[in-house]
């Protein structure tokens, strides 16, 4: 199955669902769209938030014999859109990587990684199906998926003590009654890091438009750029799109008419790149910026290459050639042997499993309570999207680390190719999150 295939059928089942992302990697400096800015060293502090180091132990061992055992994790997804495509692909590359390396170390054992997937088809019954089995048949206590459906998978995950590591959207995951769930892509934390560091490190932008579309995920991911956008003293004009819609030239007119000095689309890789495309074609010359980590090839499927010169975006340290760090370039090398070549996928899932791999690591053992542990206490880790750590979510009355952040990459598009603009560190990153998150509050859970 090759991406674009997959993006040209189904587009029109992509536009019903909520962005997922992720990103990022490693250090430059370049001139922006409104001054210059230089890149941060990399983050060398691998304190947890609470004070506690708890940086994780090295995942592989290649100068150790090769894995007597096998560990199965589970994994539900949807792979008939291009993200849970691309997600199952990219958790495939690291578990390869990972068994041609002997295999990951758990205590004073090593195991081959075995994934066990399952379709999801984006449908509730279907993915609780899945799940069941998993649980009940093929007995896993380690679960990765990408799920729309949280308060179903996660009150069986919940009861049978099963460690459920999910990239979804949905703030109801944040239950402060689950001991075994944990936030694995950062879909929640990208909005401040990126949106704040573009609101304010490109002085050029006065006034925004931004489009989404009319569905939940949508929404809640659109309200928080606004709000996050508007703190920075931008005006924010928002446009709201039916989910359904194919044709967005409403949403290009109207741009062209605003005039703002920049416009973002907020949706998923495909409706977004429609949305730059309609603008486009409607004869707007603003600055065209985005959140997520849309890649380029994404882009270029929809938007003519001259119209995303300056383009300024979250990017993972995967796009950029060479790739931005030693874990990425790796990634990418085993990438184009497993698949021919490299196609700009989007690869949030890998996070889950690289918080997995390490908490399992750490913890030294497959004791899932002893590995929840390690997960609600501030681990770090580090996979394909860059260094991730994990993060309380205090806001909402949950100490326990069960929300993650990650280093992001800032990429601007020039001469048609990603280019590194800047290198947020974990703890740069920290400084766009709501203060709330870090502000000690009575245990919940």
Not at 226 to 247: F, H, R, W
Not at 369 to 380: H, I, N, P, Q, R
């Amino acid at each position: 199955m090759k991406r674009p295939v997959v993006l040209a059928v189904l587009v029109l089942v992509l536009l019903a669902i909520p962005l997922m992302l992720a990103a990022c990697g490693g250090g430059s400096t370049t001139t922006t769209a409104g001054g210059t800015a230089t890149t941060a060293a990399p983050a060398t502090d691998t304190t947890a938030a609470g004070g506690t180091d708890t940086t994780a132990a090295p995942a592989t061992d290649t100068t150790a014999a090769a894995a007597t055992e096998t560990i199965k994790i589970g994994a539900v997804i949807w792979t008939q859109w291009p993200l849970g495509y691309d997600m199952k692909r990219g958790v495939d590359v690291m578990a390869a990587i990972d068994n041609a390396n002997g295999g990951i170390r758990i205590g004073d054992k090593k195991y081959k990684v075995e994934f066990d997937f399952i379709e999801s088809n984006n449908d509730q019954a279907t993915t609780m199906s899945a799940v069941n089995k998993l649980i009940y048949e093929d007995k896993v206590q380690f679960l990765i998926t990408e799920t729309q459906y949280p308060g179903a998978v996660f009150a069986e995950t919940e009861k049978n003590k099963v460690i459920c590591l999910t990239g979804t959207p949905i703030p109801t995951m944040f239950d402060p009654s689950y001991k075994y769930t944990f936030q694995g892509g950062t879909m929640m934390q990208a909005t401040p890091e990126v949106a704040g560091w573009i609101a304010k490190n490109v002085p050029d932008i006065k006034s925004v438009d931004l489009a989404f579309p009319d569905e939940a995920g949508g929404i809640g991911y659109a309200m928080g750029v606004k709000a996050t956008l508007e703190g920075y003293g931008i005006k924010v004009n928002t446009i709201k799109y039916p989910s359904m819609s194919t044709d967005l030239s409403a949403v290009g007119t109207q741009v062209k008419s605003d005039n703002p000095s920049a416009f973002i689309a907020v949706g998923n890789s495909a409706t977004d790149s429609l949305a730059f495309q309609a603008v486009v074609q409607a004869g707007y010359k603003g600055l065209l910026f985005s959140t997520t980590t849309v890649t380029t090839e994404t882009l270029k499927t929809a938007v003519p290459a001259e119209a995303l010169e300056g383009f300024i975006a979250g990017a993972w340290p995967v796009e950029f050639d060479p790739a931005a760090t030693d874990v990425a370039k790796e990634f990418k090398a085993k990438w184009i042997e497993m698949y021919g070549k490299w196609d700009g996928p989007e690869i949030q899932l890998t996070a889950a499993y690289a918080a997995l791999r390490a908490a399992l690591a750490k913890a030294g053992t497959l004791d899932v309570d002893k590995v929840a542990e390690v997960l609600a206490t501030g681990l770090t880790f580090e996979g394909p999207t860059g260094k991730g750590e994990m993060i309380p979510r205090n806001d909402v009355g949950i100490s326990r680390t069960v929300d993650n952040i990650s280093e992001f990459c800032i990429k601007k598009i020039v001469g048609g190719q990603p280019t590194l603009l800047h290198y947020i560190t974990l703890e740069e990153g920290k400084s766009y999150l709501n203060p709330a998150i870090f502000t000690a509050t009575t245990p919940s859970s």
